[in-house]
């Protein structure tokens, strides 16, 4: 074997021995080594593969692989912009601490700053958004570079998934001519390439590192002479990738006596205290200033909601709890920040007037909600999408939210529809690019182990512009693994998010369109059928209820377009819902 072919069939057995399953190829000449050994693992069952002709969505594919299983995905590209193309997946995969492990092919450094044809400045090109990047040497000897390949995938597995701070990692790998093997059947075994004969990794990461939950009023004693709990608090749950900490959210609430607000991601609408409608009262100015609480709890990445941060801000009390080395507070407000949530304190003083009031206040706020929608008549509005497609969601199954209008209205009025099922999103850095792809290897990863006759069912609720982004992810070779994965999209031809914000004030009406919402007419439901995809058009309620119903059971990948009212109406209705809560809590 040509030195290419070997330094390509040892990177890839020691990341199936250190326990890699997936594999993403974007198809390139100067990654053909790695793609002809990926093949013959992929013959020989050792590994999944995903090929994909998009790198950028072949990068959030690994991505929403690696958020569901915590194992990373290996995603390999070609040299030139096709490395470029994985920067947002990586930049995500940083901000969300997901693993993730992005193997570029290279030219030689001879030929770097030459004028070589794609050839680009490669090495550290995504600067401090990785945990670890590795430039390789070009194969030269492998007899005598076996233990140097080795060694650096046991190092780069180990920083994608450091127990700490895990997240993505680049290997930047130069490979010299001959880019194919020298023969089609060189396949030696892998014993013969100097890995460890009993099938183990290289190098076994077995560091031990844990986070101990520690009582409340110990966390107190840590800033304060006085340990007693303020009995006025607020639970506020952000992004997170801890489930395990659920329980203990639960158990804080039930014995402080708190109201919990959480994000959609942030996977607390079971606990017995949570909110429904708890970003919609933190948003009635009057309701606010008349509950600030005396100590506030954050967990994980806190932000969908200005007036959920306003009151994080003014809290005389700040907890913030984030196990990352870069802990989340966008206020700057926290007195002390811990890795676990704590444990209840040996002696809380409750105040039962207090979390009476605020669960008082969710239900005002849910009938309020619940009179505007019902007079909107058959007009359908984003905010009625995400209410359905919530509640459409099996029990056990997966609802993957894209960025803007939608995980705000599932957050402001639909966390209560959600029925035991996990919410996840792209809440790293919140961008509309690759929700799809990153939905699609989500649920690959989370059906892996479905029974036939009990799949774990995946929806992915996004706007038309979120899905025009990212269509690329439709397109997948015949006989790969498809996901049971309803897509639905919100579809106001346009930027909704913006009639909602300062830029769709009437001052701006007349650029609005052209530089915010910028519709673009197209036919959603025609670009979907045309990618193969089963369709179906929707323009009323009772509509998308029956479509949702019948796209679960047929399973596979298919696609609900829900054509909404205009993004002037739904401004309007959702003012209206503001209004009307301010009205329900101003008479209570």
Known sequence: MNASTVQARVFVDELIRCGITDFVLAPGSRSAPLAFVLAAAEQRGEIVLHVRLDERSAGYLALGLGKASGVPAVVVTTSGTAAINLHPAVVEADHSNIPLIALTADRPPSLRGVGANQSIAQTDIYGPSVRLAVDMAVAVDAGQEMRYWRSTVSRVVAAATDAWHPGPVHVNMPFADPL???????????????????????????????????????????????????????????????????????????????????????????????????????????????????????????????????????????????????????????????????????????????????QGADVLAAAAVETVLASCGDQLTGMQVARLTCSAVPAGGMLFLGASSQVRHVFNLASSSISEAVVMGNRGTSGIDGAISSAWGAALALQRGDEGDDPTWAVVLVGDQTFLYDTNALLVPAG????????????????GIFSQLEQGEPRFAESFDRIFAVP??????????????????????????????????????????????????????????????????GSA
């Open 520 to 585: 673009l007419g197209a036919d959603v439901g025609a670009i979907a059928s045309a990618m193969q995809i089963p369709t179906q058009v929707v323009h009323t309620a009772a509509d998308l209820e029956d479509a949702l119903v019948s796209a679960i059971s047929a399973g596979g990948v298919q696609v609900v377009v829900a054509r909404t009212c205009s993004r002037v109406d739904e401004a309007v209705a959702w003012r209206s819902v503001g209004e009307a809560v301010h009205a329900a809590l």
């Open 480 to 495: 790969e693994p498809r996901p049971n994965l309803v897509i639905v999209v919100a579809d106001n031809d346009g930027g």
């Open 180 to 358: 194919v093997p020298d023969a089609v059947d060189d396949d030696e075994p892998a014993a013969a390439l100097g890995g460890r004969t009993d099938g183990r990794p290289w190098t076994a990461d077995a560091r031990f590192v844990a986070g101990m939950s520690t009582p409340l009023d110990d966390v107190m004693g840590v800033i304060s002479d006085d340990t007693e709990v303020p009995a006025r608090g607020i639970i506020f749950v952000g992004d997170h990738a801890d489930p395990e900490s659920m329980s203990l959210i639960d158990d804080l609430g039930d014995a402080l006596g708190w109201p919990i607000i959480g994000e959609p991601s942030g996977n607390v609408s079971d606990c017995d205290t949570s909110l429904s409608h708890g970003a919609l009262i933190v948003a009635d100015a009057d309701f606010a200033s008349a509950n600030a609480p005396d100590v506030v709890i954050t967990v994980g990445r806190v932000g969908l909601s200005r007036a959920v941060l306003r009151m994080i801000a003014n809290s005389p009390l700040h907890i913030a709890v984030d196990p990352q080395s870069q802990w989340s507070d966008p206020t700057r407000s926290a007195n002390i920040v811990i890795a676990g949530v704590p444990l209840p304190p040996e002696n809380a003083a409750v105040e039962p007037a207090w979390l009476e009031t605020w």
